[in-house]
């Protein structure tokens, strides 16, 4: 009967390579990292180390100010949880808040820095995704109108086009902008840019 015993890596559930000389009790992952590395946590960072961090760094967190996600390359940071990768802010608004209270729900920042891989507990809290889109209005964040990156139109000239409609034809709007004449009537029927439709009919 073969006893398998437990990587000797704190919270690694891998089982413990004993074949291999001097493993030293870790998994075949961690033993080959310790060979090409000289270190079995060497080359990357383990999911031991990560739930560390997540235990006893952010859930003991209470300071007002940020605090980044230290193993994101750039914006939101993930983490494995379940075989699933999962965005950090998230598993770590779970943690604190509880599930969420519908699948659609989404982990949202007060302090509108989730781009910058905040995972501050204190700013965290659960959001509807209109909820949450609003808040990216008010923190400056949102990335409709020019701030889009696929944006073809400026503000300035979607009012013009707001304010002409009836009084030239989309045809013409659309040549005279160098846009299709699809996009002239998705800004006239309020499908696109629609924040200024409503100003424009109010």
Known sequence: MTIKLSCSIPECNGNAHWSAKGSRGYCSAHYQRLRKHGDPLGGGTSKGEVLRWVREVALRHTGGECLAWPFANNGYGTIRINGKMVGAHRYICELVHGAPPTPGHEAAHSCGKGH???????????????????????????????????????????????????????????????????????????????????????
């Open 116 to 202: 910058e891989a905040c995972v501050s507990p204190l700013h965290l809290s659960w959001k509807t995704h209109i909820e949450n889109m609003a808040d990216t209005l008010k923190h400056g964040t949102h990335s409709r109108g020019e701030r889009c990156g696929r944006a073809k139109l400026t503000e300035a000239a979607v009012r013009e086009i707001l304010a002409m409609k009836g009084k030239e034809t989309q045809r013409e709007m659309a040549a005279r902008f160098g846009v299709a004449t699809k996009s002239i009537s998705s800004i006239h029927i309020g499908r696109s840019w629609a924040w200024l439709s409503e100003e424009a009919a109010s």
